[in-house]
């Protein structure tokens, strides 16, 4: 299982909710609305060319033994450095819309997926889901229930933002970047 360590300067540099995303440090995440998918939908295989996704416990309280990760333009999260699910545990990923045309990236999850993020979220209510594609986390949400979807998806700010990530962690080329990411 891989840890933060290896993206920790990067992360640590350019962490940031994404603009336009409503998810703040101190303010839980809106829930997404049922998302449209925007293009093809990659599917997960192996491709040496895809970059890792990977879903890490955070809370806004410093933990023993967690990474502190500061935010842009100010605060700080903390994240557990061992991954809950990783580019593995998916069986697919879409970008898509939510009803105001903000950036959804929707992760598949695999059954064994489901069940780790099932486990860890219920073990430990109330916390956060980071997500890091690359060497970039993404979006950080709250979650109030354990995660008992096969779908699980996360505001990334802009429709381009959703597609591309989900066309880099799919392996499929990608024009270029756009938004930051």
């Known amino acids: 299982m891989k840890t933060l360590a290896g993206v920790a300067l990067t992360v640590l540099a ?3 909710t994404p603009p336009g995303s409503r998810s703040t440090p101190d303010a839980p995440a809106a829930p997404v609305a049922v ?8 599917v997960i295989t192996e491709n040496r060319q895809a970059l890792d996704l990977r879903v890490f416990l955070a809370d806004i309280r410093s933990r023993p033994g967690w990474m502190p990760v500061p935010l842009k333009p100010s605060g700080m999260l903390y994240v557990r450095p061992e991954a809950l699910i990783n580019r593995a545990d998916l069986i697919g990923i879409q970008s ?3 009803q105001k045309g903000d950036g959804v990236l929707v992760l598949v999850l695999s059954d064994d997926g489901l069940r780790k993020l099932r486990e ?3 073990a430990n209510p109330g916390l ?4 890091v594609v690359g060497h970039t ?7 109030a229930a354990p995660i008992t979807q096969q779908q699980l998806a ?5 429709a381009r933002n959703a597609e591309l990530a989900a066309r880099s962690v799919a392996g499929v080329e990608a024009a270029p970047a756009a938004d930051g990411f």
């Open 128 to 131: 956060r889901l980071a997500l």
């Open 14 to 16: 350019g962490c940031q």
């Open 137 to 143: 986390m993404l979006a950080a949400p709250s979650y």
């Open 120 to 122: 860890a979220t219920a």
């Open 96 to 98: 898509a819309t939510d």
């Open 35 to 42: 998302p449209q998918a925007v293009g093809p939908q990659p």
């Open 154 to 158: 996360f505001g990334v700010g802009s």
